[in-house]
């Protein structure tokens, strides 16, 4: 067994999240001790994140999909999946541009329900799990521009009804 350390600040940790999420998404995790570390502003969670070193250890085969993978094709309608498509190419060439890795952005898995439940707003962005203020601040009107200018087929078929 091997350890890994992860210090994820309460304040603007979105980051340390997401990479201690990653983390997590491709080893096989054997324990994982946490602690709070309380210190006003600078609070933070502390963890030691015991993985099996050995190689492969949970993570899929080359060319293989990751087991639990979702197809969006086959979860989001066909209007649902090319706004999709649209953010995921907005996400690329602004991951890009700044030369980071693009799920450092956004995730697939945040990507999507802004597509389902319609976002519009930063509030909406801020109700997805794993988004906080800081990336809303950063990336989130580019994304809003992209799905305001998309009518959302709920409010479509809201209008039509007599």
């Known amino acids: ?35 709070f570390v309380q210190d006003g502003g600078n609070s933070a969670w502390s963890l030691c994140i015991g993985y099996d070193a050995a190689e492969g250890a949970g993570r899929p085969a080359p060319g293989s999909k990751r087991p639990g993978r979702l197809d969006y094709r086959e979860v989001l309608s066909e209007a649902d999946f090319a706004l999709f498509a649209r953010l995921r190419a907005l996400r690329k060439d602004l991951a890009e541009a700044e030369g980071v890795p693009a799920y450092a952005l956004f ?9 389902q439940n319609g976002a519009r707003s930063p509030a909406s962005l801020l109700a997805i799990d794993g988004i906080g203020e800081a990336r809303v601040a950063k990336y989130g009107e580019r994304f809003l521009e992209v799905l305001r200018a998309t009518p959302d087929a709920r409010t479509v078929a809201q209008d039509a009804t007599p």
């Open 1 to 35: 067994m091997r350890l890994c350390f992860f210090t994820v600040p309460v304040h603007g940790g979105e980051d340390a999240a997401e990479a201690l999420n990653r983390f997590l998404a491709t080893h096989r995790i054997v324990s994982i001790d946490r602690s």
């Open 107 to 115: 995730t697939n898995e945040q990507l999507a329900p802004m597509v």
